[in-house]
């Protein structure tokens, strides 16, 4: 390549990165971060927002790259001149200071690091982020298991297939919960989003409590039990009681086995450790429909 073509070609970029205004370049910063980090839905947004044909010259990725890298280290897409700037903040001293607050307590935020170190919050999370590569991960709340809780599950299944290999004892395994059904209403704003060019200010009003109804079913291998709702006698949705659920078992669940001629002593009543099922009232009346065979907590097969 000749020097001439050289000195051509360096024109060239300069002309080409000329071209790009201060509006330009924050309509790529902004729609990169408001696009999960995609340099590909920047520049097809960029294309439409400033109505660019579509063989028409479009920041290249790179150009992305380094409109935001700028904005994120100098709060501006455009390049400051560093020459012969010495950094005051990320020294070698300071990131060993922000290293070993982090590595000693590693659940504080920021802002109290940031305190204590005598940094801003801006520069401690740079140094975070680009001399430590550190990330911010959130606590996973999980409910406690103990040893008990895992054995459990292996006793249930030993004792379920000793019972199967007995020569079929198990004929029919009734396994029945409750679900409950919000009538104005349930949006999980987790999970739900609305598309827009712009923020539509989108409000869903809701009660504080929301109204449920409580529904009972059962499934077994001769089909579906149920649904029953727990309702009052002016047909309002109640919470299941020991009581309501005792209600259920005489008015609903032990009339409709009997409506399918179904024995109950080939039946085994299968159920959760929900407080109602397992009061003493409701634990009597299974064992007086279901001898022997209730599955449940403090049943007798728990």
Request: with cysteine; proline share 5%; glycine share 4%.
């Amino acid at each position: 390549m000749q020097p001439r073509s050289v000195a051509s070609w360096f024109h060239a970029i300069s002309v080409a990165m000329a071209q790009w205004t201060v509006q330009h370049r924050a309509f790529v910063v902004e729609a990169y971060f408001k696009n999960g980090d995609s340099a590909i839905t920047t520049q097809r947004l960029f294309r439409r927002h400033f109505n660019i044909p579509r063989h028409g010259r479009v920041p290249c990725r790179n150009t992305i790259k380094e409109w935001v890298q700028n904005f994120q280290e100098n709060v501006s897409a455009l390049k400051r001149n560093t020459r012969g700037r010495i950094p005051m903040v990320r020294t070698p001293e300071n990131v060993d200071k922000v290293r070993m607050a982090i590595v000693k307590s590693s659940r504080c935020s920021v802002r109290r690091h940031s305190t204590a170190i005598g940094l801003s919050d801006r520069s401690v999370q740079r140094i975070l982020h680009k001399d430590l590569n550190f990330h911010p991960y959130k606590t996973v709340i999980v409910q406690e298991l103990s040893d008990r809780d895992m054995a459990n599950p292996r006793i249930f299944s030993e004792q379920l297939l000793e019972m199967l290999n007995d020569n079929g004892v198990i004929n029919t395994v009734l396994m029945t919960d409750e679900a409950h059904f919000h009538l104005s209403g349930y949006v999980n704003k987790q999970n739900y989003r609305y598309w827009a060019p712009e923020n539509p200010q989108e409000l869903h009003q809701c009660p504080l409590h929301s109204e449920r109804l409580t529904v009972c079913g059962g499934i077994a291998s001769f089909g579906v039990l149920g649904p029953y709702f727990f309702e009052d006698n002016a047909g309002a949705a109640v919470t299941v009681t020991s009581e309501r659920y005792v209600t259920m078992l005489h008015n609903f669940c032990e009339p409709e086995l009997s409506r399918r001629r179904i024995d109950l002593s080939s039946v085994w009543f299968q159920q959760d450790g929900a407080t109602a099922h397992i009061a003493r009232a409701s634990m009597s009346v299974l064992w007086e429909m279901f001898p022997q065979h209730v599955i449940s907590r403090g049943g007798d097969v728990p």
